[in-house]
């Protein structure tokens, strides 16, 4: 089966960066995704990797290594309304997406 | 109505019940998904339908039942369920799940609770 590991909680101030790892093993490799799910809300596409590389969107950018088997999602200038759950998601070469199990990301004033 | 739209939000159902959960699409999608999602575990993959045809089954028990009627709609058929089945279902919808780039547009989940 597919391994994907993130760290189950972070918590960062306001105006912050915080940085979010995800490890993954899969058979094959057809790219990675990343998800933001605010509680009790559908998650929403936030990224998405393919290559090696950084990837920015504004305050977000994810990070590829495929070598490693590694994955980072950055946020940048924490706001309140980043606290949510972040899911990073990897489909492998039968175009089969799986899901770590999340971080969740508390944001305090 | 625009995006993934589910109903219901909320259920709650004793073991011998039958009910059913509705997923609709507006986003001109042609592939449907089901998801479960527990807390604290990752996103289970249930079922897949692409272009109406069921493309994947990932071992859910038979107390699940699927159903495709055209692209746009997707229904989840519950019958004699568990109290462990209770967790959150998501629905999403996508292009075409045999793309590389296959973004998935989720639903807001139904709820359920069994008693």
């Known amino acids: 089966g597919q391994n994907i590991d993130q760290p189950t909680e972070m918590t960062a101030t306001e105006g912050a960066i915080v940085q979010i790892n995800c490890t993954y093993q899969?058979?094959?490799?057809?790219?990675l995704f990343w998800y933001q799910q605010h509680a009790g809300e559908a998650p929403t596409f936030l990224s998405y990797n393919v290559l090696d590389g950084l990837e920015e969107k504004g305050r977000f950018s994810s990070f590829l290594s495929r070598s490693k088997g590694y994955s980072y999602l950055l946020l940048k200038e924490l706001q309140m309304k980043d606290s949510a759950s972040y899911l990073c998601a990897v489909r492998d070469r039968d175009y089969k997406l799986s899901f770590g199990a999340g971080t969740t990301v508390t944001v305090r004033a | 109505e625009t995006g993934v739209t589910q109903t219901p939000r909320h259920l709650v159902m004793g073991m011998t019940n039958k009910k059913s959960l509705k997923c609709e699409q507006h986003l001109g999608h042609n592939a449907m998904y089901w998801y479960k999602q527990s807390a604290k575990k990752p996103l289970e993959l249930m079922f897949v339908?692409?272009?109406?045809?069921?493309?994947e089954n990932n071992s859910v028990p038979s107390r699940f039942s699927p159903e495709c009627p055209n692209s746009s709609h997707l229904f989840l058929h519950l019958h004699t369920l568990q109290p462990e089945d209770s967790a959150l279902y998501l629905c999403?919808?996508?292009?075409?799940?045999?793309?590389?780039?296959?973004?998935?547009?989720f639903g807001a989940g139904s709820r359920l609770t069994v008693l």
């Open positions: 339908y692409n272009f109406k045809e069921q493309t």
């Open positions: 999403a919808s996508s292009q075409d799940s045999s793309l590389g780039a296959n973004v998935l547009t």
């Open positions: 899969t058979s094959g490799f057809n790219g």
